[in-house]
């Protein structure tokens, strides 16, 4: 299981060997350093957008991320994100447990990522990339007949 903790603005705060060990840094690399170090360019930016639109709105997050390691090499996980909240119920951090992902929901994920990452870098403006892509997610998510992307992930996620 990789884990990690942040600061309420990403940053990490905690690491445990096997992030470590599966992205190949040292702790003293990534210590203070946005979680985004691990981010593989080929992952949509509307799924990113899905995730902290949720986790700051004090909900916890399950999704599948491709990952890149410090040598460039990327790693498919399953994310699970929640908040970390003080005693007030004031977000202080986060914290994420990360596995590896079933091959057969990957199937699932890796054609329709691709997808929301070709409309993303369809739009000469970021901006509007992101909004065609963050569109096109939530309409397969809807065409697919769920109401949020966690209830279409649990459907192509088959259970331990």
């Known amino acids: 299981m990789i884990v990690s903790k942040t600061d309420p603005k990403g940053r990490l705060t905690y690491v445990n060997d096997v992030f470590l060990t599966v992205s190949g840094y040292a702790e003293a690399e990534v210590m203070g350093k946005p979680h985004s170090v ?21 909900r916890e997050i399950f ?29 202080i951090g986060y914290h994420s447990n990360r596995r590896v992902p079933e091959k057969a929901a990957l199937e699932t994920i890796k054609p329709l990522y691709r997808s929301l990452l070709e409309e993303e870098r369809r739009h000469p403006d970021s901006k509007v990339g992101l909004e065609r892509s963050w569109k096109m997610l939530n309409d397969a998510v809807a065409t697919a007949g769920f109401d949020s992307y966690d209830r279409f992930i649990f459907t192509i996620t088959p259970e331990n």
């Open 38 to 58: 691990i981010r593989h360019p080929e992952m949509p930016r509307c799924v990113f957008k899905l995730l902290w639109d949720t986790i700051v709105d004090g």
């Open 63 to 91: 999704a599948y991320v491709n990952n890149m390691a410090k040598n460039g090499d990327n790693y498919w996980v399953f994310a699970h994100v929640t908040p970390n909240l003080d005693a007030a119920g004031q977000i």
